[in-house]
């Protein structure tokens, strides 16, 4: 069955960085492109980062953009979230999202905690 996986999450003081992986499985992971999502509490679930399924195309939110890095490996059916300089306000539940638009088929993990905190 399709399965995506994150993990990577933790607690981290401001300025500090973390990487977060998603490893997927039970679907063809280079038909899709892939993005970070992150929900804080009582905020909407907001877009953080968008690959495409080669990775030649990425976007970024404004509020992240300059401090992480979206990168994938298709041949580990893996993407991965390289997080710089965070802040307190980067506190979040991070969810790994697979999306392949022709077809219409959207997948979400589990999700992996965040937490920015002195």
């Known amino acids: 069955q399709v399965q995506l996986v994150e993990s990577g999450g933790g607690l981290v003081q401001p300025g500090g960085s973390l990487r977060l992986s998603c490893a997927a499985s039970?679907?063809?992971?280079?038909?899709?492109?892939m993005s970070w999502y992150r929900q804080a509490p009582g905020k909407e679930r907001e877009l953080v980062a968008y690959?495409?399924?080669?990775?030649?195309?990425?976007n970024y939110a404004d509020s992240v953009t300059g401090r992480f890095i979206i990168s994938r490996d298709n041949a580990k059916n893996t993407v991965y979230l390289q997080m710089n300089s965070l802040k307190p306000e980067d506190t979040a539940m991070f969810y790994c999202?697979?999306?392949?638009?022709?077809?219409?088929?959207?997948?979400w993990g589990q999700g992996t905690q965040v937490t920015v905190s002195s």
């Open positions: 039970g679907f063809t992971f280079s038909d899709y492109g």
């Open positions: 999202n697979a999306e392949r638009s022709i077809t219409g088929s959207r997948y």
């Open positions: 690959i495409s399924r080669t990775g030649r195309s990425t």
